[in-house]
């Protein structure tokens, strides 16, 4: 990951001009990232525009970057409330919608899951009853899973993806393979 030069103390952070740019403008002025994030914003685009724009995301992805996104889950009905409470949502999304947007724009998906959860409060207590309400949750989701016969889907009202560019294979004319009758160039 590419990380920031130290600067001095007391000296001010340049910052460039904030403007709203639409993802396809910043691709083609070639700028890259290591993290893109997108909390609630995704269920925002319609279906030509989450192509669109998770094709300019994976080209702003430095090789290695990742994007993070949340999002309403389209498989829950505890996901509904969010999805459907807000009249500027365009798309419901899930797991199986992410994964293919991820693949269709040359991402891997890392991770597409209920949020982490942490205790909100200290204590030795609350921490067994986090731990227990999240083997319940497990447990109702393997359960709903198995009767139905289909995979395990998460049930939380939001869904947590991370997705990763991967690194280009770099293939130089030292790493194509050469048939094995093929004389040597650098021994000729």
């Not at 914003?41 to 949340?70: K, P, Q, S």
């Not at 909100?120 to 709903?144: D, F, M, V």
């Not at 990763?164 to 294979?169: G, S």
Request: aromatic content about 8%; proline content about 7%.
């Amino acid at each position: 990951m590419r990380t920031c030069s130290p600067r001095p103390r007391g000296t001010a952070t340049p910052r460039a001009p904030r403007r709203a740019a639409p993802l396809r403008e910043l691709a083609a002025e070639a700028r890259r990232y290591d993290l893109i994030v997108a909390f609630d914003v995704l269920e925002h685009w319609d279906t030509d525009e989450l192509i669109a724009n998770f094709e300019a995301i994976a080209a702003l992805l430095f090789e290695g970057g990742l994007f993070l996104a949340r999002f309403p889950n389209g498989h829950s009905a505890f996901g509904r409330i969010y999805q459907y409470g807000d009249f500027t949502h365009k798309s419901v999304l899930s797991h199986y919608k992410i994964g293919y947007l991820a693949a269709r724009s040359g991402l891997d998906v890392v991770r597409i899951a209920n949020a982490r959860r942490v205790p909100s409060r200290p204590g030795l207590l609350r921490a067994l009853r986090h731990r227990w309400r999240a083997a319940r949750r497990a447990w109702i989701e393997r359960s709903l899973s198995r009767l139905y016969g289909v995979a395990r889907l998460p049930l939380d009202p939001n869904l947590v993806a991370v997705l990763r560019k991967p690194a280009a294979v770099a293939r130089d004319a030292s790493s194509t393979p050469r048939d094995a009758h093929e004389p040597d160039p650098e021994q000729a």
